[in-house]
């Protein structure tokens, strides 16, 4: 089953498709991600990648497709799981390409449905144990001794740089109007279904496994 999540940062997509990595032995397909490990490799595909990113300029659409093309001929007979991917209608329809010709289809596009105002107190509040990376947060999960890791005891405590208000907010806005535009290309199709983003981990994983076990079925 090949799938896209779909959602403004910090909706869980990343969380979500791990879990799916590890359940189902579905592949992650995170453009982000591909395209360091295709730089660091040095694939061919890397290479132009590096060369374009070294010039100043932004990767290419036909880059970005031939590095998923190359990811799923890696993954010949194993699901995958489009994270980040496609962003615009162009790319959406470069997919579709993608996947048929390797006789492959799209099953479901799943939306992660986020409420702002709360997205950005999940994410403005958000910190990590400086040694081992332990999370918690301002509001939802402190330490249980003020100062000190629950996990491994030490005292210093980081921040993202971009967990700030100002940057959550813009990234909700061009995640409104690039990618959110795409979605009524998948809805005449019947492939999209919703799931309430800000539940709980375990119920948003419930929900989606609900959908992947029951393609008929609709969320909500």
């Not at 061919?44 to 990811?71: Q, Y």
């Not at 579709?96 to 596009?109: A, N, S």
Request: net charge negative; charged share 30%.
């Amino acid at each position: 089953m090949d799938i896209i999540l779909l959602g403004p940062p910090g909706a869980g997509k990343g969380t979500q498709a791990q879990r799916l990595e590890r359940t189902r032995g579905m592949v992650q397909m995170s453009t982000g991600d591909m395209l360091r490990q295709a730089v660091k490799v040095g694939t061919p595909v890397g290479l132009k990648a590096k060369a374009v990113m070294e010039a100043g300029e932004l990767v290419s659409d036909s880059i970005v497709s031939a590095l998923i093309g190359e990811r799923l001929d890696q993954a010949d007979g194993t699901g995958a799981i489009f994270d980040g991917f496609p962003r615009t209608g162009h790319q959406a329809q470069a997919l579709e390409i993608l996947l048929g010709e390797r006789g492959r289809k799209l099953d479901r596009v799943i939306e992660l449905e986020v409420d702002e105002e709360a997205l950005v107190e999940r994410i403005t509040g958000r910190f990590a144990c400086a040694n081992c990376g332990a999370s918690y947060h301002d509001r939802f999960k402190l330490p249980q001794q003020e100062g000190t890791c629950d996990v491994c005891g030490a005292h210093e405590f980081k921040r993202r740089p971009d967990d700030n208000e100002q940057t959550v907010r813009t990234r909700m806005a061009e995640y409104r109007a690039k990618t959110a535009p795409i979605l009524p290309y998948y809805e005449e199709r019947g492939l999209v279904r919703r799931v309430d983003g800000m539940a709980s981990v375990e119920e948003v994983a419930a929900t989606i496994d609900g959908i992947l076990d029951d393609p008929g079925s609709l969320s909500r």
